[in-house]
């Protein structure tokens, strides 16, 4: 099976920020690699596929980048609704794991 | 819209068979190409992927689980179901279904399909206790 590894695991941020979040997967996966938001008491939503690729009505502050085994997301600009719980997944093969995921909070 | 809405006992006892349901409104699972997934999140390992299924045959599933597993759709009743047997506390968890349909890219010569889920129910939780 695939390991992910999100680092750091939580981060104290203000709004207006400027967030990078990694994502490391065990063995190389192209760019299979999809990043969710996690709202709490919610269920995750889609930001990005295909390690890049936004998905449809995604604020443009969302960004990803890397291929192989190593990956990031970027938010520019923190909103307020981005205080959130961030998870990489993997696509590359079943099982499809996520890493342990990356908890943004209020500095 | 599609939604999603899974619905199940809360509480099961150990060594029994859970089994949820998730309704569709707004669409169908039996048309289009998608793949329908159940993930669960407990606090002790965050999200974890349970299985899926193509809308038109097919599945998968974490070998972690597959032994105890069944995922189904029932085209008549418009619901996807999860079935996990022999269930111990380790099986806590709020418990969703999703779906995705994925999305074809050419990277050079070589076409590419990518799975995702971008459609979520709001999830229930179960917990495992005598």
């Known amino acids: 099976d695939i390991q992910m590894t999100q680092s750091p695991s939580s981060l104290s941020v203000s709004i207006g920020d400027r967030v990078t979040i990694s994502c490391r997967a065990s063995?190389?996966?192209?760019?299979?690699l999809n990043w969710y938001r996690q709202k709490p008491g919610a269920a995750p939503e889609l930001l990005i596929y295909?390690?890049?690729r936004l998905q449809s009505a995604v604020p443009s502050r969302f960004s990803g980048t890397g291929s192989g085994t190593d990956f990031a997301l970027t938010i520019t600009s923190l909103q307020p609704e981005d205080f959130a719980t961030y998870y990489c997944?993997?696509?590359?093969?079943?099982?499809?794991?996520f890493g342990q995921g990356t908890k943004l909070e209020i500095k | 819209q599609v939604q999603l809405q899974e619905t199940g006992p809360g509480l099961v006892k150990p060594s029994q068979t859970l089994s949820l349901t998730c309704t569709m409104s707004?669409?169908?699972?039996?048309?289009?190409?998608?793949?329908w997934t159940w993930v669960r999140q407990s606090a002790g390992k965050g999200l974890e992927w349970i299985g899926r299924?193509?809308?038109?045959?097919?599945?998968n599933f974490n070998p972690s689980l597959k032994s105890r597993v069944t995922i189904s759709v029932d085209s008549s009743k418009n619901q996807l179901s999860l079935r996990l047997s022999a269930v111990t506390a380790a099986d806590t968890a709020v418990y969703y279904c999703?779906?995705?349909?994925?999305?074809?890219?050419?990277?050079?010569?070589?076409?590419?399909?990518?799975?995702?889920?971008?459609?979520w129910g709001k999830g229930t939780t179960v917990t495992v206790s005598s």
């Open positions: 999703a779906g995705g349909k994925g999305t074809a890219i050419y990277s050079g010569s070589d076409l590419n399909y990518y799975y995702y889920m971008d459609i």
């Open positions: 707004g669409g169908s699972f039996s048309s289009g190409n998608y793949y």
């Open positions: 299924v193509y809308s038109s045959g097919g599945s």
């Open positions: 063995q190389v996966i192209g760019n299979f």
């Open positions: 295909a390690a890049s």
């Open positions: 997944q993997q696509s590359y093969s079943a099982p499809y794991s």
